[in-house]
C-alpha cells in the first residue's frame, strides 16, 4: 500500500536497471485475480470490474539502441501474453513503447487515429503491426489535439510521443479521452499520459 488508498503492483528484477509497476486504488485490490510479473519490462494484472475482465499490460519496450536480439526477445513475449488472453476480455497496454508510430496511417486506418505526433521509424511501423495482428487501438492518435497533449517525451529541443496506450479496438468507443496532462512529469523528461474509460455494467461483448 502506497497511501490515499492505492496499492502499488512492482517488478524490478536488477536494482538499476528497468522495472515498471501497476497501481489500482484499494477497492480494486480485491478483484485482482492474477498478476504475472513476467519481466522487469513487462508485467501484468487481471480484474473485474462489472461485467468486464480486464487485462492491464505496463510495458517498457527496448530503448532503439538495444541490440535487436533484444528487441526480437522481448516482441515475442509480448506476443505470446496478449495470444493467452481470452477473446472476450478487455486488453489495457500502456507504457514506454519507444517507437513513433508519426501521423500517417496508411494500411493502419483501423489501429491508427491519424493523429499521431513527428514520422514513423523501424519501430512504431513493429508497433503499428503488433496493434494490428491482435486489433488494438492507439487511443492517443484517435483525437485532434495541440502538441503538448501529444508529446509523451521531452529532452531539451526533443519533443516525441513514444508513450502510449493501446486498448482492444472493439472496445475503442468506450474511451472518452487520452491525452498528455502538459507540465505533470512522471519522470524528468516523460509527460503524464491519461486515458479516461467508460465501463458498464452491461453484458460483457
Known amino acids: ?13 536488477v536494482s538499476n536497471r528497468n522495472g515498471l509497476g501497476i497501481i489500482l486504488s484499494q ?31 505496463s510495458v517498457y519496450t527496448p530503448q532503439t539502441c538495444c541490440k535487436e536480439e ?6 515475442a513475449i509480448l506476443d505470446e501474453s496478449v495470444m ?4 472476450d476480455d478487455l486488453v489495457i497496454i500502456g507504457g ?17 487515429g491519424g493523429f499521431g505526433y513527428g514520422e514513423r521509424n523501424d519501430e512504431g511501423e513493429h508497433v503499428l ?12 492518435t484517435y483525437d485532434k489535439k ?15 510521443q ?10 475503442l468507443k468506450d474511451v472518452i479521452d487520452c491525452k498528455v496532462i502538459p507540465g505533470e512529469d512522471i519522470a524528468s523528461q516523460h509527460k503524464l499520459l491519461v486515458m479516461d474509460l467508460h465501463l458498464t455494467n452491461s453484458t460483457r461483448n
Open 1 to 13: 500500500m502506497i497511501g490515499d488508498g492505492y496499492k502499488l503492483y512492482y517488478n524490478r528484477i
Open 27 to 57: 477497492d480494486l485490490t480485491s478483484s485482482v485475480t492474477k498478476v504475472n510479473r513476467i519481466s522487469d519490462r513487462l508485467m501484468k494484472i487481471k480484474f473485474g470490474i462489472g461485467q468486464s475482465i480486464l487485462d492491464i499490460f
Open 70 to 75: 533484444e528487441k526480437d526477445d522481448f516482441r
Open 84 to 87: 493467452e488472453i481470452l477473446k
Open 96 to 112: 514506454d513503447l519507444n517507437a513513433h508510430v508519426g501521423k500517417a496511417r496508411d494500411s493502419y486506418k483501423r489501429h491508427h
Open 129 to 140: 503491426k503488433f496493434t494490428k495482428a491482435f486489433d488494438l487501438a492507439l487511443t492517443n
Open 146 to 160: 495541440k502538441d503538448s497533449h501529444l508529446i509523451t517525451y521531452e529532452s531539451g529541443t526533443r519533443k516525441t
Open 162 to 171: 513514444i508513450d502510449y496506450m493501446l486498448i482492444s479496438r472493439r472496445r
